[in-house]
């Protein structure tokens, strides 16, 4: 019982669906549900599809977080994204950018612009506006170097000298 008191997190982890390729399963459609957490926002749940001998897809992911944010567009069981047909049912949709690789990456570009994560774009020094964002940077910079507490230091030791 004290197991669930002691750790920081704990995840519920339900197998949704079977994925099937065929009658052959070929992986499993995950929830991951955050029980308790410690040291971040709780409650927080995630879904995703495993497959055996791969791993968590990657195209999967892609195509469920396209359709949620409108890049990829689903009418029954077809899949486009942009005039393009992916596939009809999600594991001809995971495979066909499974096998083209560029449209994935491209895919994967699009949604993480809209989330907002990935590698800052560098203002070019020839813009207006470039030298503030260098000046901005170097106090930033300077402000994060902290000095080693030294006196403190010293200030044990000699107590620790005294007591033996």
């Known amino acids: 019982r004290a197991l669930k008191f002691y750790a920081s997190v704990r ?68 899949y486009t994204y942009e005039g393009d047909q992916l596939g009809q049912g999600k594991e001809n949709a995971r495979n066909f950018l499974r096998d083209n690789p560029d449209l994935a990456d491209e895919i994967e570009k699009k949604i993480k612009e809209k989330l907002g994560i990935g590698p800052k774009t560098e203002v070019p020094e020839g813009e207006p506006g470039a030298e503030a964002a260098g000046a901005e940077a170097a106090p930033a910079a300077a402000a994060k170097t902290v000095p080693a507490p030294t006196t403190r230091a010293k200030a044990v030791k000699s107590t620790a000298a005294a007591k033996s």
């Open 11 to 78: 995840l519920d982890i339900r197998r949704i669906e079977t994925l099937k390729d065929g009658t052959d399963a070929v992986g499993n459609r995950t929830r991951v549900k955050v029980v308790k957490n410690k040291v971040a926002p709780p409650f927080k749940q995630a879904e995703f599809d495993i497959l055996y001998g791969v791993g968590i897809s990657r195209e999967g992911g892609l195509i469920d977080m396209g359709v949620e944010h409108g890049f990829i567009r689903k009418s029954g069981a077809w």
